[in-house]
């Protein structure tokens, strides 16, 4: 069963180490109608914005500094219960134009 996603009031946290992949991943959402997002640089900081934004879904990098994204993964699980916290691999190999 799919259901409708209410793109314009999604939240969707980005964790990634490369300030330039934030950017051009809050491009593309944006392009396609997604308005909510926040990113964090620093793995570090992801529980305490995740706490603070309430995100509906995680893009998380699994090669970061500090903590790599597994790490960041159990910390999550810790906090929310490994039941809301789902691993999906989706590799992304990025070839994006915006729109004109």
Known sequence: M?????RGS???LIIDDTLSNCVLLEAM???EGYSSFEYVTD???TLATYRRFKPDIVLLDLHMPHLNGLDVIASLQEEVGTEYV???PVPL???W???D
């Open 93 to 95: 190999k990025l070839k």
């Open 2 to 6: 799919h259901t409708a996603v209410d």
């Open 97 to 99: 134009r915006p729109s």
């Open 10 to 12: 999604s939240r969707i």
């Open 29 to 31: 959402l944006d392009q």
């Open 43 to 45: 793995p570090r900081e």
């Open 86 to 88: 789902r691993l999906s």
